[in-house]
């Protein structure tokens, strides 16, 4: 505990009596000095850790974590532009669990790919070789910048805009896997296919994105126990919008069905909120939240019903202190979002969290399966989480945020665990610089 004093009170102090905002302030990017060709650098610190870490009392930490980033952006014509992203990222003073992968990802390629076509005001454009992916919010695929080693694909993505106010992206990728001490590779049996809608005219005020998504991997073990090959399809849509009197909605579902060798996979997820700002002085917005994702009720019978968050941008999906993944989940969210001072947002929000299936266990943000009691005898109540975050831009080129999160936990995890309440501060700096 004595270790994270000075950064509970840097974030105390930072962070506007220890709340702060959901949303983080990106700096402004000024305008490029040559048309052709623009230099980006960024650098991003941040000082993290925990107490209970693992609800274990005693377990404290804290860490910092830096990235820096130098992108080069090459546009000889309007119609063709390469872009290329180095990255080095290192955590330094980690003494809990793992200092590799996501964490560190030292001297490496993250982005390297080649655009074809007016990505403004054409009817299609194609871009082929490494890159970022993410659609929505976000909950199925992101790019996951909030770890150190953020997440990117290698394949071709192609973007067509076959009338006005609708666009559809076409996809063949496979995941990079950061590697330490390596260059980082994708493959590696894994693919990922798809087609992800978006429509701004179909519905007033609104705007409505169908998706079909194809994941396939290879060497997993089935339930029975023999090995074989995944193939799940994730058929979704999310639709947000605007209604009168100051209301806001938004609702994203997805079914999945498919194999797992000799395994059957039929799962379902969903995301509701409905949203009221009541404007005033300090710009105030309620909302009220509900996730869903299945769980499997029995871990040998061949059939797999727990829901599979594929490659999401996890982070304060169900808590900002990631403890809690899109799996197996009834999460009960509520929000208040205001500025108490101008440039100052800040996000309040208030976590309640069941296990969808006793018999299943609990995921982390990562969809990593963090402990599991098949007899169902820990019951399904995991616990609570309060979070409060802010974030300001400094200057057009640095931002701040900050917040805290903790985690009160009920009968699962003080059953499964030591069961002590954990706390997640953080203070984040970053800074973009441009040529």
């Not at 993250?110 to 993410?134: C, H, N, S």
């Not at 909950?139 to 150190?148: P, S």
């Not at 299943?360 to 616990?383: H, M, Q």
Request: aromatic residues 12%.
């Amino acid at each position: 505990m004595t270790r994270l004093a000075p950064l509970l009170l840097c974030a105390s102090l930072v962070g506007a009596a220890d709340l702060s905002a959901q949303t983080q302030a990106l700096p402004a990017e000024a305008p490029p000095a040559a048309k052709w060709l623009t230099v980006r650098g960024e650098f991003r610190g941040r000082v993290e850790g925990g107490t209970n870490i693992g609800f274990t009392s005693g377990r404290d930490d804290v860490y910092w974590l830096n990235r820096f980033r130098f992108d080069v952006a090459v546009k000889p014509s309007p119609m063709f532009s390469v872009f290329m992203q180095a990255q080095d990222a290192r955590v330094v003073a980690k003494d809990v669990g793992s200092t590799t992968a996501p964490f560190r990802d030292t001297f490496d390629l993250r982005q390297a790919y080649a655009e074809i076509g007016d990505t403004q005001k054409g009817p299609m454009t194609l871009r082929a070789g490494r890159q970022e992916m993410f659609f929505g919010e976000q909950r199925l695929i992101g790019h996951l910048t909030w770890v150190n080693g953020a997440r990117s694909f290698d394949g071709v993505r192609a973007t067509f805009k076959p009338s006005k106010g609708f666009t559809i992206d076409t996809f063949a990728v496979t995941v990079v896997r950061i590697l330490d001490g390596e260059f980082d590779k994708s493959g590696n049996g894994n693919r990922f296919v798809g087609a992800y809608g978006s429509a701004t005219s179909w519905i007033p005020k609104a705007t409505f994105e169908p998706y079909v998504l194809w994941k396939r991997d290879e060497n997993l073990k089935a339930e029975r126990g023999d090995t074989g090959s995944l193939s799940v399809a994730t058929v979704g849509e999310r639709w947000v919008g605007k209604l009168p009197a100051a209301f806001d909605y938004a609702a994203e579902m997805a079914y999945q069905t498919g194999s797992q060798g000799s395994d059957d996979i039929s799962a379902w997820a969903g995301h509701w909120v409905v949203g009221n700002t009541l404007g005033g002085k300090w710009k105030l917005r309620v909302a009220e939240e509900y996730n869903f994702a299945s769980g499997d009720a029995n871990p040998a019978d061949g059939s797999r019903t727990t829901f599979d968050q594929l490659y999401p941008t996890g982070h304060d999906k169900m808590g900002l202190a990631d403890q809690v993944g899109w799996r197996n989940i009834h999460d009960v969210r509520s929000i208040v979002e205001f500025t108490p001072y101008k440039g100052w947002p800040v996000t309040a929000s208030l976590h309640s969290w069941w296990l969808a299936d006793s018999h299943d266990g609990l995921y982390g943000a990562n969809g990593a399966l963090v402990v599991r009691v098949p007899t169902g005898a820990a019951g399904s109540r995991v616990g609570d989480e309060f979070d409060a975050q802010f974030a300001h831009a400094l200057t057009p080129q640095l931002a701040l945020a900050g917040g805290i999160a903790h985690v009160f936990p009920a009968d699962f995890l003080k059953s499964t665990t030591p069961g002590a309440s954990y706390t997640y501060p953080f203070a984040m700096l970053t800074y973009v610089f441009l040529h």
